[in-house]
């Protein structure tokens, strides 16, 4: 779950850095967590969802920290929240052992099938669309989409795959102009439209949490193919080479390198690379706060 620490000696370190931003005040966070002082890690998470509330580690993060403290109404609101933001958010938490607490509560049961719903709202039809974005198993998946069948919130058609037929799923006329025009999210909150720039830096800031993930796990397919998502013009390239462009230039050597070198060249420069993210990651948090305020 979470960003674990690599080495215990960089955790009075990180108590003591300035704590001017979100990414810092998780980081605190997670240290206290480590130490199983929940208290202090709520206290410092939520001075991360103050400075940021579009943050979504850091919803999720405290939704954690308050199911370990059995607060298990506002765990479940946390957790909805981080969901909103990024809804891969939602198999960390169907998997996640800090969710013992809420795990039978039926709000946490229902996050499942509100995720495939705001899936197929995103414009993903087919299961095996739905399974790829959500991150969900495929048994999951098909539960859910069975239960949104039955409560008349989504429709099934087939559309026709060579010589057999697969099914597709939309949602029903009145569930997509309520979530559509509204602009509603998962759990109904009225959610505001980011103007582009601001989107942009988010894409970006989210496809940095994935990347960090791949480099940690030693994930060459992985890694190479998140680059791409600052990489490519269609993606977030044109940002990145605006705002972002000697780590652009990086990113793409990292690439042809990791394709040449594979393993061990990500394990010998993979101190560079997250430092590399984590100083692209600061640089954007400032930049929302200042497009936000």
């Known amino acids: 779950m979470k960003k674990p620490f690599q080495k215990k000696k960089k955790k009075k370190k990180i108590l003591d850095i300035d704590v001017t931003n979100p990414e810092a005040w998780n ?4 240290v206290h967590y480590e130490q199983k002082n929940y208290s202090k890690a709520l206290d410092a998470i939520e001075k991360a969802v103050e400075s940021d509330p579009t943050y979504g580690m850091a919803w999720y993060n405290k939704a954690c920290f308050l199911s370990l403290v059995n607060q298990v109404p506002e765990s479940l609101e946390a957790l909805k929240r981080s969901i909103e933001i990024d809804v ?17 509560e ?31 198993d495929k048994a999951d998946a098909e539960d859910a989409l069975r239960k949104l069948l039955e409560k008349g919130l989504i429709v099934q058609h087939e559309k026709r795959d060579g010589l ?49 993930e791949a480099i940690e796990e030693e994930d060459v397919e992985k890694t190479i193919e998140i680059f791409e ?19 652009h230039r990086e990113i793409r ?10 393993v061990d060249y990500l394990i010998e420069n993979k101190a560079k690379m997250l430092n590399l993210f984590d ?7 400032k930049k929302l706060r200042n497009e936000m305020s």
């Not at 509100?114 to 039809?125: A, D, F, P, T, W």
């Not at 998502?229 to 780590?247: A, N, R």
């Not at 050597?253 to 594979?262: A, P, S, V």
Request: proline share 3%.
């Open 27 to 30: 980081l605190k966070a997670l």
């Open 88 to 104: 891969k958010n939602a198999r960390k938490s169907i998997r996640d052992k800090d969710f013992t607490n809420v795990r039978i």
């Open 106 to 136: 039926e709000g946490f049961k229902r996050i499942v099938e509100v995720v495939v719903l705001e899936s197929i709202r995103q414009g993903y039809h087919t299961l095996g669309a739905i399974v790829w974005t959500t991150f969900l």
């Open 164 to 212: 057999s037929k697969i099914p597709i799923y939309d949602l029903t006329a009145d569930v997509a102009e309520r979530m559509g025009k509204e602009k509603k999210g998962l759990f109904g909150i009225t959610k505001k439209q980011l103007p582009k720039p601001v989107k942009n830096l988010k894409e970006i800031s989210q496809a940095i949490q994935s990347v960090r």
């Open 229 to 247: 998502e600052f990489i490519d013009p269609t993606k977030s390239g044109e940002q990145m080479i605006e705002q972002f462009f000697e780590e």
């Open 253 to 262: 050597l990292w690439k042809i390198r990791l394709k040449d070198r594979g």
């Open 279 to 285: 100083n692209i990651e600061v640089t954007i948090t």
